[in-house]
């Protein structure tokens, strides 16, 4: 096949965007392939761009510019935040940084296919042509493993004449979750295949072999939260009480560094690994938490992130994994995602 390109989330700082990624890599160069991820870091002006012709919510900038908050007052999310990169340098192959489409585009000479996938990269809510392979040669082979729209209701009708002219020349589609394939093939006419997110595409042995030591003490609870519900810390008290574990919280968001339980903060991505594998329990509202957490047969307290009279509401990514685990179950998920990879790169 010759030489391909994934793009996907890789800077947005998150255990999950980085460790799907170094998943769908690693299987794919086990298959013989030279492969390696785009690194897509778009400056201030791809931002604005994309902002203003996707027509995103101002309400982004906004949220990155509160994420910069956490960090900038947080020694452990600067730790974190330097963590990940090293991360990719010592387990990835990465391409040059690509800052803009311009750029993007020259790289795109370099591959004969190109791999949009996995994560919430087709979200609406934040859409970037890019990751639609907008970029690509006319003779480059465009193909989608399992990117999430991380919706279950039609997005605006302008988004969706965007999507619709994005997928037309995909030699090949699949989607994370039913409801993402049924939302597309209303969009554009066309069934995409449901695959697992690439973390399952790796069995507990293989995810074992990288991750971290578990943090020393007494048996714990982990806590992992990307929301900042009030009533999350309400239920970790209560399941502090009921099992009488320590509780270990990693910090993500402001509420969550202020609570009264210990920390595992400035962690990477091997550390986070070693923590979930570590646990006695889990308690989570992350998806990859949930992931994880199942790989490693840990009971786990599921908190749901979004009201379900959210319109952006994206708890259809948790609902659709714990259906396909207890339909389907982790090794046949795994054997339908490498399957589907091996028929589409040859």
């Known amino acids: 096949m010759g030489k391909i390109g994934i793009i996907t989330f890789l800077h947005n700082e998150n255990y999950g965007s980085s ?3 170094y998943a769908l890599q690693r299987v794919i160069r086990g298959m013989g392939y030279d492969c390696e991820h785009i690194d897509y870091r778009p400056d201030i002006a791809e931002k604005i761009r994309n902002l203003l012709e996707s027509r995103n919510s101002p309400a982004l900038i906004l949220d ?52 949009c996938g996995s994560d919430q990269i087709w979200n609406p809510v934040w859409m970037n042509p890019a990751y639609f392979l907008t970029f690509a040669g006319k003779d480059c082979r465009k193909l989608a493993y399992a990117p999430s729209l991380g919706i279950r209701t039609m997005p605006a ?31 554009t006419g066309r069934r995409a295949d449901v695959l697992p997110d690439p973390v399952c595409l790796m069995t507990g042995e293989e995810w074992k072999e ?6 020393e003490g007494e048996p714990y609870l982990l806590c992992y939260f990307i929301g900042n519900r009030e009533d999350y810390w ?4 209560a399941l502090r009480e009921e099992t009488g574990l320590r509780v270990l919280v990693i910090p993500v968001t402001a509420e969550s560094y202020r ?12 550390e986070f690994l070693g923590a979930v594998l570590g646990a006695e329990r889990v308690c989570t509202d992350s998806f990859h938490g949930l992931a994880f957490s199942t ?21 259809s990514r948790v609902d659709h994994f714990l ?24």
């Open 64 to 115: 990155g510019l509160r994420k910069r908050g956490v960090r900038a007052g947080q020694e452990g999310a600067k730790q974190k935040s330097a963590a990940i990169p090293d991360f990719y340098r010592r387990r990835m192959k990465l391409s040059p940084v690509c800052g803009s489409r311009k750029a993007l585009k020259k790289a795109a000479g370099a591959y004969d296919t190109l791999i």
């Open 295 to 315: 790989i490693f047969g840990k009971k786990t307290e599921l908190m749901r992130r979004y009201r379900e009279d959210d319109p952006e509401s994206k708890n």
């Open 234 to 237: 309400e239920r970790v008290k």
């Open 259 to 270: 609570c009264p339980w210990d920390k595992l903060d400035g962690a990477g991505p091997e």
């Open 210 to 215: 990288i991750a971290g030591p578990a943090p």
């Open 19 to 21: 460790l799907q990624a």
């Open 157 to 187: 009708e302008s988004k969706v004449r965007m999507i619709r002219r994005w997928l037309k020349d995909f030699e090949a589609l699949s989607v994370r979750e039913e409801e993402g394939a049924e939302l597309l093939e209303k969009m």
């Open 323 to 346: 259906r396909a685990v207890r339909e389907e179950g982790l090794e046949a998920m795994r054997e339908k995602g490498l399957r589907w990879l091996k028929d589409n790169t040859r």
